[in-house]
T-cell receptor
Framework: ELKVEQNPLFLSMQEGKNYTIYCNYSTTSDRLYWYRQDPGKSLESLFVLLSNGAVKQEGRLMASLDTKARLSTLHITAAVHDLSATYFCAVDIGSARQLTFGSGTQLTVLP | NAGVTQTPKFRVLKTGQSMTLLCAQDMNHEYMYWYRQDPGMGLRLIHYSVGEGTTAKGEVPDGYNVSRLKKQNFLLGLESAAPSQTSVYFC???????????????FGDGTRLSIL
């Protein structure tokens, strides 16, 4: 059974600081996704990582994938309040490409 | 382009009542999914479908049934609602691997369901 673990689960950080969210998974896969969810809203796709060593960047967020270590990271650079949200990683291994999600990291960026 | 549309958006049921949640997508996707999201947890897969007329169980299928009579629609049914089924339900769709398959799953806005 695939397990996907994120840490930390809760993160408060000050504006301007850097931090990394970690996503570990238990079964070999080279397809990992990061989503953002605002309170009461749907999931918004942030990054699609499809191979070992993949790195994607969008604004203050950068995601990477190490399939050998079964680890993905989401790095936040110089955080701003607008980044406050819950971030999920999800791994895709089934023949029907169903996703297994981590528990999410609730990020709060403080002024 | 509407994407993935879920109806209703909110619903309150009494224990033992039945209802059907509708998911419709206009992207011609083969694969469709139903997830539930509970506080402090990620999404968990209830059922999924890889094409018209096919369905399969996910991680938490008990108490739910599904049907995919048309490619664009995926219905989730609760035959006898229980308080443990109070949750937010999300539908998603995507293409198989290859080509557009590199795109992520597209999610609907969710249905917030309370069972009293």
């Amino acid at each position: 059974e695939l397990k996907v673990e994120q840490n930390p689960l809760f993160l408060s950080m000050q504006e301007g600081k850097n931090y990394t969210i970690y996503c570990n998974y238990s079964t070999t896969s080279d397809r990992l996704y990061w989503y953002r969810q605002d309170p009461g809203k749907s999931l918004e796709s942030l990054f699609v990582l499809l191979s070992n060593g993949a790195v994607k960047q969008e604004g203050r967020l950068m995601a990477s994938l190490d399939t050998k270590a079964r680890l993905s990271t989401l790095h936040i650079t110089a955080a701003v309040h607008d980044l406050s949200a819950t971030y999920f990683c999800a791994v895709d291994i089934g023949s029907a490409r169903q996703l297994t999600f981590g528990s999410g990291t609730q990020l709060t960026v403080l002024p | 382009n509407a994407g993935v549309t879920q109806t209703p958006k909110f619903r309150v049921l009494k224990t033992g009542q039945s209802m059907t949640l509708l998911c419709a997508q206009d992207m011609n996707h083969e694969y469709m999914y139903w997830y539930r999201q509970d506080p402090g947890m990620g999404l968990r897969l209830i059922h999924y479908s890889v094409g018209e007329g096919t369905t399969a169980k996910g991680e938490v299928p008990d108490g739910y049934n599904v049907s995919r009579l048309k490619k664009q629609n995926f219905l989730l049914g609760l035959e006898s609602a229980a308080p443990s089924q109070t949750s937010v339900y999300f539908c998603a769709s995507r293409s198989p691997l290859g080509g557009r398959g590199n795109q992520p799953q597209h999610f609907g806005d969710g249905t917030r369901l309370s069972i009293l």
